[in-house]
């Protein structure tokens, strides 16, 4: 080798040498500073995630800020739409995957571009320097920038690519108090960042560089001049189509400032105390539903005094998903304490626990879909219960009480099937009935003597349309579907169909729908007071729950089920697709057939004389249970008896007594209590035959029931001068026990049995026309006067 090139070798050797110590003493330095200026990530600096609450589709419902009321909301680089990372890094930093986080012939262009117009023409940050500036804050000065670059560096050496996309994703500032690109797609867009649309991408790239100057829902025009900048930068780099940009162009700004949706805000009250930690709750709330729902439970309740609220749940009954919920009117407002979730209060649920008594009852073989019940001034143990209108209707099937939602049959039903039986049964199937403290459950429980919470009990209503089966309403798509039998899938249909009348079409309904809902499944109740109202109503796909009435307790006058919640519940209904107002399909086992009144039992099995009234039942595997026992039968006595006849049916022989002409005939006797309401042919006094006078001493102080006052078939008129009849006073003699006073089959009271040996009773003032008084006493005896009062 020549001495020259051992010259250049060694003079090459020397600045490899000096470079190698300038390089390992920068990268010194820089480690030095590293170590001795780190990071301050946003986590060190008490930059928390709002707290977001999105419905089923991931569209916000509520939103609950971070400590410095800043709105920014967590996401991935793989939770974006691809469309605007093209378009940030196409517009912001093309080269950001390949450059240290600096860029140096774009800062060269930058100060050229500078020099040469005497103002900033282009930056020369790169997003890696952006997400510096966001996280250390620096001014526009040379030492500033010089800072900025350095923290460029540390980002690059302790981040990978993504994760430095990720900060910037979540960081960025949007104008106002919005950060992030997830915040600024729900706040001005109304969506997830997941869904924006090409035109969208470009205008939430270029915002971050004036957030405040480009804010959308204050100067569209502005941002819509920076979006088409981003859109003629990607057409230039052909990252997108013609196409793509062409429409995007077409596309108009629109946007909005909502960094606060309002929409289920009790619900994401309650996930969010769940789920404390949890950045992105999702519900299975659909947000379309829960809004148009919340504007009509808000505009309802505009009919109602102060102090007034309502709730109102909707479930799937697929899978028990809430797809809306309203705990209260109007949220926020103390005149309606619109803070109270009353979804999750305990109410008396007045009479919506009356199908499940019935359909228990069905199961356990008590009962059939026409059962003959009694509507009458019955006594249960002391316990006497009266109708809503404190009128009875006396002879009533099973499916006609439930539809009128008679007392009197319910709890002559629960008292056959068992109030602590019940209970336990019904709490077993996840409707946790509250009992007053010390309380043991009894017949009150058919009419409310307990209290549930709307959101239970909706859920036990579901059952009726999934084949028995009561499930506890889902509020997140990961929450457990919970299910327990309630009933067979035989009774819960014939229920169902029990309760499908059409709705209540009042007047100012009909002039708010101009149409009329197909019969559906439903049900109201009335607490005591009139303090809850409650309408539910169960289709195939969904199950409504309404409840009306004053968070506090107190009465709200005329405050029914019927009159309060079914307009509001009717309204509801038009809010979900009709496909799914169709009712659940028929079991197999579940058949028509028809049955007797009195016995109750199948018709084809009985002669025709003892058929005193035909019904068309579903039943059970063709299975129909006879009549209940009335409360006033005798021990051992049946409808149906075997009598002994004499005289050619004329008299009833009793036991012992021995004539020649005797014979025996079985009688069809309907349940006493119902006497009052049944025309005289099915009367017993025309069934049982009197005593044959061969074989019976005289007529005993207790023989005969008898009414004196009043002559059979009378003609009463008022007295001269006046325009109504005097009170009449009324005696019966021979009761036996208790008597029970009714007019035209209207009860009017009863006299104790400490009134023997005469009862007495003042008919106030009768009015015209034809009446009809009668008598019953606990032994079942029946008696009865007709008379006619003429007009003045």
């Not at 939770?79 to 517009?91: N, R």
């Not at 930056?123 to 250390?136: D, E, K």
């Not at 439903?522 to 809850?532: A, N």
């Not at 006078?693 to 029931?705: K, W």
Request: proline share 9%; aromatic share 8%; net charge positive.
């Amino acid at each position: 080798m020549k001495c020259a090139d051992w010259k250049i070798t060694a003079r090459v050797g020397r600045w490899v040498v000096v470079l190698s110590g300038i390089g390992l003493l920068v990268w010194g330095l820089f480690l030095a500073l590293d170590h001795g200026f780190p990071l301050r990530l946003p986590e060190a600096q008490g930059r928390d995630f709002a707290q977001l609450v999105v419905d089923v589709h991931g569209r916000p419902l509520r939103v609950f800020p971070d400590a410095d009321g800043v709105w920014r909301y967590p996401v991935s680089v793989r939770e974006v739409a691809p469309y605007y990372l093209t378009a940030l890094l196409t517009y912001e930093d093309r080269w950001f995957y390949h450059h240290p986080g600096i860029n140096p012939l774009a800062l060269m262009r930058a100060f050229g571009q500078r020099l040469q117009h005497g103002r900033i023409v282009s930056g020369g940050s790169t997003l890696t320097m952006q997400v510096a500036r966001i996280l250390h804050p620096h001014p526009r000065t040379l030492i500033g920038k010089t800072r900025q670059m350095f923290r460029a560096l540390q980002l690059e050496w302790h981040f990978s690519k993504e994760e430095i996309l990720t900060l910037y994703l979540n960081h960025a500032p949007f104008g106002g108090t919005v950060e992030g690109v997830q915040a600024a797609s729900y706040t001005y867009l109304g969506k997830p960042a997941s869904q924006l649309t090409h035109a969208e991408a470009a205008l939430l790239a270029v915002l971050p560089q004036r957030p405040s100057a480009l804010r959308p829902d204050r100067h569209p025009e502005r941002a819509r001049l920076a979006r088409d900048k981003v859109l003629l930068r990607l057409a230039h780099t052909r990252r997108w189509t013609r196409q793509e940009i062409h429409d995007a162009r077409q596309e108009p700004v629109i946007a909005r400032f909502e960094t606060r949706p309002l929409l289920a805000p009790l619900l994401a009250h309650r996930l969010r105390e769940t789920h404390p930690r949890r950045p992105v709750i999702t519900t299975t709330v659909d947000r379309r539903l829960q809004t148009m729902a919340q504007g009509l439970v808000a505009d309802h309740i505009g009919r109602f005094p102060p102090r007034t609220s309502a709730s109102v749940l909707i479930l799937d009954n697929t899978d028990l998903a809430v797809k809306a919920y309203i705990g209260s009117a109007r949220f926020g407002d103390e005149t309606r304490a619109g803070y109270v979730d009353m979804i999750q209060a305990v109410r008396s649920p007045g009479s919506t626990l009356k199908p499940f008594i019935y359909g228990l009852a069905l199961d356990d073989g008590l009962v059939h879909a026409e059962s003959l019940l009694s509507d009458a001034p019955l006594a249960f143990d002391g316990y006497r219960p009266q109708n809503f209108d404190s009128r009875f209707m006396g002879p009533v099937s099973l499916s006609d009480a439930l539809q009128r939602s008679l007392n009197v049959p319910a709890v002559q039903v629960l008292a056959e099937l068992g109030p602590s039986r019940w209970y336990a049964r019904m709490r077993h199937a996840g409707l946790d009935l509250q009992l007053p403290p010390h309380g043991q459950p009894n017949l009150s429980l058919a009419l409310g003597g307990a209290g549930v919470c709307l959101e239970q009990l909706a859920g036990t209503y579901a059952a009726l349309a999934r084949g028995g089966l009561a499930a506890q309403p889902r509020f997140t798509p990961e929450q457990p579907l919970i299910e327990r039998r309630l009933l067979s899938a035989e009774a819960a249909w014939i229920i169902h169909h029990s309760l499908r009348a059409p709705l209540d079409q009042s007047g100012e309904l009909f002039r708010h729908t101009r149409s009329r809902i197909p019969t559906i499944a439903h049900k109201t109740g009335t607490s005591f007071g009139h303090r809850d109202a409650w309408a539910i109503a169960v289709t195939a796909a969904y199950t409504v729950a309404v409840w009306v009435g004053r968070p506090d307790g107190t009465a709200l006058p005329h405050n029914t089920g019927r009159l309060s919640a079914v307009p509001l519940l009717h309204r509801l209904l038009y809010l979900l697709p009709s496909d799914g107002w169709h009712p659940p399909p028929r079991p197999p086992n579940v058949t028509s057939a028809g049955i007797c009144w009195p016995q109750g039992t199948l018709a084809q099995w009985q002669p025709l004389e003892a058929c005193h009234r035909r019904h068309q039942a579903w039943l059970i595997d063709q299975t129909a249970p006879p009549t209940l026992r009335d409360p006033l039968q005798a021990a051992g006595e049946t409808l149906h008896p075997q009598l002994r006849l004499s005289a050619g049916g004329r008299y009833q022989l009793p036991p012992g007594c021995m004539v020649p002409d005797a014979e025996i005939r079985t009688a069809q006797l309907w349940p006493p209590t119902l006497e009052p309401w049944l025309p005289e042919r099915w009367q017993r006094t025309t069934q049982l035959p009197p005593p044959d006078p061969r074989c019976m001493p005289a007529t005993t102080a207790h023989g005969r029931l008898q009414l004196h006052g009043i002559q059979p078939d009378a003609e009463l008129s008022p007295l001269p001068g006046r325009i109504q009849m005097p009170d009449l006073t009324l005696t019966a003699t021979g009761v036996q026990g208790s008597a029970q006073w009714y007019l035209n089959g209207t009860w009017l009271g009863q006299t104790p049995a400490g009134s023997d040996p005469a009862h007495q009773w003042t008919l106030t003032a009768p009015g015209p026309g034809e009446q009809r008084v009668s008598v019953m006493d606990q032994a079942g005896k029946f008696e009865q006067v007709r008379f006619r009062i003429l007009a003045p």
